[in-house]
Structure formats: structure tokens, C-alpha cells
């Protein structure tokens, strides 16, 4: 599986006059979990919305070889999945209405729930551990929770391709884990996940790895590689280091004393 | 899936306002000028002239404002977005005065343009005219707040706009004495003026309110979600947005020009809903609208039978009575924020 599902070339992003992303370039494979990592403010979570076609770029983004301009709206929304970081949400919806919005692509005006977005709905908030307090309002969730309910809205669309930026930064570690085989899940089905993390340990389970600075990609390639790791040693300050562990890679914080 | 609990919760709560409703809207044609009075037959021109429209008109304007306090906070993500917080009421007074106006001085000037002796001319220019100020008002406080992102300033350009579109309609007033007594009905809110049309003529505006806006209600579901995660959903948020402020301006609109400035109801049902079920736009718009004519249902009764024979303007009532309720919705946040 090489296809190419996600494509840009020369992307560039302004906002407010200032240059965010410079001509990047970029295919990311089909079927594959790829990671995007960097310092702070190098244009993460910007690539994932000009990825995904919700903010105003130059250069060109082909989703499965089509430009995103060629798509329809609709098309587009079943096909691709966008989970935003600190999106406000309304408190006074229930789990379920939640996580049923992400099956709106898939309903017409008129049309309501029927039983296919009911199952994938119920589904995906079992994944999610939510089943028990789908009845809820949002707003009376814990940051955790709203968390996981917010990510089985994103699941429930049965999209082709997934971008998430921090999915799992407010999450508890076995839920964390849940995430990960969930990813390894629908990426071994054939769909394609692009994720801003925040841990670079976890970032390292991802097939590939994408590590930008300055709004600018630095490297592209799999995450055993060791030119990945020395990329993100680098574009980190050498403040991290990258060892194996017992078959797992760990990026470590270097002890502040020790520089 | 049809059996969540939360549909057993939306029916209760149907029924309950149904309930409360007819009750009220019983008490609306005993309540006259004597206070209550049981004597009369249904069949009195009293009862079939004057209280059965005013008792059905208070009951659609309140639907109206309660349709568009509902649309408002939806649309806006706001839970203080409301058609007064926004200026579109004041636009919609404005507009009305400037028909009032150019009755009162200019019905010799322009004999064809304004017909102020045909009712149907006369109110349908007032709603029209009410509607453009409406909706010009909420894209112009659309434009000072840059958008609808920060919720501060939001509600102070709707204040800002709303207080200048006031003043604007003092001026007009000031310098046209004659428009002035059919002018004050209008700014303190009132239910007298209401006939058979003016209920006919709101029913089809609210029909259409309605259809449109449950069509478009996902689009609000969708909202809560943040704007960006809208759009990812695929849905076109700006003609959606104008076609929802259209629709808002037109149901504060047709309300203020049959019963003028009434304060708070379209606030405050949406908030009676949302304190008792949380539920998806496409209930509870409805049940906001159901709600709202409750209230200024309720509210045009006391207003007519506290202190009869003299009559309270309705607007003036609810005023006081929704201004009450924020303050004490408030006063309970600040305890439970404190408790917790």
C-alpha cells in the first residue's frame, strides 16, 4: 500500500501577514499513521488544518490525488476527519448528540439518524469507554471525558483519512494506549492518520514521523530511523535524548544539570 | 433508539407547556378590565374581538421572540445572545418609527407610499420596514464586534448599536410630536393593539420561521462544536449564518411590530428549556418557542388583570420579571462556582 492519500506542494500559510508555513512539501502514504513533532509554534497544528482544507493556503494539498478545490464539501467531510485542539464545545449537548454529529456528513437535510449511524454511533462510544454516560450533557464531563467523547465523534465518522491535532494530551495513560491500538486499528484497515503529539514517546509508535521548526519541514521518515531521531534531537536543542529500551524507542528529557 | 430517556423528558415537558399554556390562555379571555370575570359567554363580541386576538397574539409574538432568542444563542454560541443584547430590536423599533413618522408628516406628501387608513398596508410596512432595521442592525453589530468569536465584544456592540438606534428614535420622536402616541405603545410594549390580521399575519411569519429554521438547525448542533469542526463537518457556515440572522431578524421583527419592545422573552425561554432538558436545535427551538409564548402569554394576563381596571404595559412587565430571573440565575452560578 504506497499509495499517496495526502499530498502538498509548496504550501504556504499567512495569517495576520505573517508567514507561518514556507513551500512545504510533503506525501504522506496511505494506510500508514504518520506523527507530526516540533517545538512550539512551528506550525503543527497549522499544516493539519491546511491539510485538512479549513484554512486559506497558496500552493496545492491533493486529498487521494484530487485538489481539495475539486472537492465537494460533502465529499470532502465523509472522506476526512479533523479533530481541532481546544475547539470550545457546547456544554448543553448530550455524549450522544455529540458523537452523532460526527455522522452528519453522512445524513441529508431532512434525513435523521438512521440505524447505520445509530450502530457506528454506539460503536464508537464503547471504544471510547463513554457508553455508560451517553445520556450526559457535555458540560458535565470532566476535561478527560469530554476528551474521549470528542474523539468518538472523530471515530464515529468513518472517515478514510483521520487528522488530529493533541488528541490524547488531556487523556490518562490506559486511555492513551486505548488511542494508540485504535490508530493501529484503523490504519491496518487501510485509513490513513496524520497526529500532532505532544509525546515524543508515543509520537515514536507512529510508522512515520514529520519534524518541523520554523514552519518548516526539517525531516520526513520512519520512526526507527536514526536520521529522524537525530532530526528531532536537533530541531529539540539536543535537549532530548532518543535511546532503546527492551525494543521500545524513548525519547528522555536530558536532566537540565547535566548540559 | 427512539426510546431514549431524554424523549420521555422533551414529551414531559411538551405537555407540561401545553398544559400551561391553555391554562393561561383561559385566564387571558376572563381577564378583562374588571379583573377576572366569569360571567361572559364565548360567544361575547368582547371575548371574540378583543381577547381571543389579544390572548393569541400575546401567545405568537412570545413564540416569535422565543424562536429567535433560541436561533440567537445557538447561532452566536452565546448564552446571553439574545435580539435586545444583539440591537436587532432596536433596529426593529427604529424601523417602526420612521413608518410611524412618515405617517404621521408625510401620509399628504406620500399619498401612494404609505396608505396609513388601509390596516394591511400599514402593518405589513411596519413589519417590513421593522425587519430591514433588524437585520441591518445585527450585521452592523456584527461588523464593530469583527465577527462573532469573542463573546465581550459581541454583546457590547449590540449594546453600543442598540443604544444609538435608541437615541436615534428619541431624536425622530422629539422632532415629530404627532407620531408620538402611537410611538409609546410601541417602545413600552403592549398587547391592546392587536387584531384578528395582526394574528394572521404572525402565524404565517412563525410557519415560516419554523420550517426554516429546523431545516437548518443541525447547522447550530454542528456550531457547538466550535466553527473550524463545523466546517470539517462540511457545512458552509456563511450563507448558513445569514440565512439564520435573517430568519432571527425577521421573527424579532414581526413581533415588535405588532407589539413593540418586549424585553427578556427571548432570552430567558431558551434558558427555562435548557435548565430542564438539554437537547438537540431541532427540539429545542421548538420547545424555546413554546416556551417564550408562555411566558409572554402569562405576562400580558398579569399585566392586564394585577392592578384592573389600569393596564400595565406588557413589555414593562416582563422587564421587570426577566431582569428578576437573570439576577437570580446569576446570583445561583456565582453559588455553585463558589461550592465547587
Known amino acids: ?259 | 433508539m427512539n426510546n431514549r430517556p431524554i424523549h420521555q423528558r422533551i414529551q414531559h415537558l411538551w405537555w407540561m407547556l401545553l398544559l400551561i399554556t391553555c391554562a393561561v390562555g383561559w385566564l387571558g379571555l376572563h381577564t378583562g378590565s374588571l379583573g377576572l370575570e366569569w360571567g361572559l359567554s364565548y360567544s361575547d363580541d368582547i371575548i371574540q374581538e378583543i381577547r381571543i386576538p389579544r390572548t393569541w397574539g400575546a401567545w405568537l409574538a412570545g413564540v416569535l421572540l422565543g424562536l429567535s432568542g433560541a436561533i440567537a444563542q445557538g447561532l452566536f454560541r452565546n448564552p446571553l445572545a439574545d435580539p435586545y443584547l444583539l440591537g436587532s430590536a432596536s433596529g426593529a423599533a427604529l424601523g417602526v418609527a420612521t413608518v410611524l413618522v412618515l405617517g404621521a408628516t408625510g401620509a399628504s406628501a406620500l399619498p401612494g407610499l404609505i396608505d396609513v387608513s388601509n390596516w394591511w398596508a400599514l402593518r405589513l410596512s411596519l413589519t417590513s420596514a421593522a425587519f430591514l432595521g433588524a437585520w441591518l442592525s445585527v450585521l452592523f453589530t456584527l461588523m464593530l464586534a469583527r465577527g462573532v468569536h469573542q463573546t465581550m465584544r459581541l454583546i457590547l456592540s449590540g449594546v453600543v448599536v442598540g443604544v444609538v438606534l435608541g437615541a436615534i428614535t428619541s431624536l425622530m420622536m422629539a422632532m415629530v410630536p404627532q407620531a408620538l402616541p402611537s410611538m409609546q405603545s410601541f417602545i413600552l410594549g403592549s398587547t391592546a393593539s392587536l387584531n384578528p390580521s395582526a394574528c394572521v399575519l404572525m402565524s404565517l411569519v412563525l410557519f415560516f420561521c419554523c420550517l426554516i429554521s429546523l431545516l437548518t438547525s443541525k447547522v447550530l448542533d454542528a456550531l457547538g462544536l466550535g466553527e473550524t469542526t463545523a466546517r470539517s463537518l462540511g457545512l458552509s457556515l456563511k450563507p448558513m449564518r445569514m440565512i439564520l440572522i435573517a430568519v432571527m431578524s425577521l421573527a424579532t421583527a414581526c413581533a415588535v411590530a405588532q407589539v413593540g419592545l418586549i424585553a427578556f422573552v427571548g432570552l430567558v425561554a431558551p434558558h427555562l428549556v435548557r435548565s430542564r432538558v438539554q437537547v438537540t436545535h431541532r427540539h429545542s427551538l421548538l420547545l424555546s418557542a413554546a416556551m417564550g409564548g408562555a411566558l409572554l402569554c402569562a405576562a400580558d394576563v398579569l399585566a392586564r388583570g394585577l392592578w384592573a381596571p389600569q393596564e400595565l404595559p406588557v413589555g414593562v412587565l416582563t422587564a421587570v420579571l426577566g431582569g428578576g430571573y437573570l439576577l437570580w440565575r446569576m446570583q445561583s452560578m456565582n453559588g455553585e462556582r463558589s461550592h465547587s
Not at chain 1, 471510547?128 to 465518522?157: F, I, K, N, Y
Open chain 1, 1 to 259: 500500500m504506497n499509495h499517496i492519500a495526502l499530498q502538498c506542494q509548496q504550501l504556504q500559510v499567512h495569517i495576520h501577514q505573517q508567514k507561518i508555513l514556507h513551500d512545504l512539501n510533503l506525501n504522506i502514504r496511505q494506510g500508514r499513521w504518520t506523527c507530526v513533532v516540533g517545538p512550539n509554534g512551528c506550525g503543527k497544528s497549522t499544516l493539519l488544518k491546511a491539510l485538512s482544507g479549513l484554512i486559506d493556503y497558496k500552493g496545492q494539498v491533493l486529498m487521494a490525488d484530487l485538489s481539495l478545490s475539486q472537492w465537494l464539501s460533502k465529499n470532502l467531510a465523509q472522506h476526512r476527519a479533523w479533530l481541532g485542539q481546544d475547539e470550545s464545545s457546547n456544554d448543553d449537548l448530550t455524549v450522544y448528540d455529540v458523537v452523532m454529529l460526527g455522522r452528519l456528513p453522512h445524513q441529508s437535510w431532512l434525513q435523521g439518524a438512521n440505524p447505520k449511524d445509530h450502530q457506528y454511533v454506539s460503536d464508537a462510544l464503547k471504544k471510547m469507554h463513554a457508553w455508560d454516560w451517553r445520556e450526559r450533557p457535555l458540560g458535565q464531563l470532566s476535561g478527560g471525558e469530554r476528551q474521549r467523547v470528542l474523539l468518538a465523534r472523530v471515530w464515529a465518522s468513518d472517515a478514510s483519512v483521520f487528522l488530529m491535532d493533541e488528541p490524547i494530551s488531556n487523556l490518562d495513560v490506559p486511555h492513551q494506549a486505548d488511542w494508540i491500538s485504535s490508530v493501529q486499528d484503523v490504519v491496518k484497515h487501510g485509513a490513513t492518520v496524520v497526529s500532532v503529539l505532544h509525546d515524543l514517546t508515543l509520537s515514536l509508535l507512529a510508522d512515520d514521523v514529520v519534524v518541523m521548526q520554523n514552519g518548516i519541514i526539517v525531516h520526513h521518515g520512519s520512526s526507527q530511523d536514526t536520521a529522524t531521531h537525530q532530526a528531532m534531537t536537533e530541531v529539540f536543542d539536543g535537549r532530548i535524548q532518543i535511546v532503546s529500551h527492551n525494543g521500545q524507542t524513548l525519547a528522555l528529557i536530558k536532566n537540565a544539570i547535566q548540559i
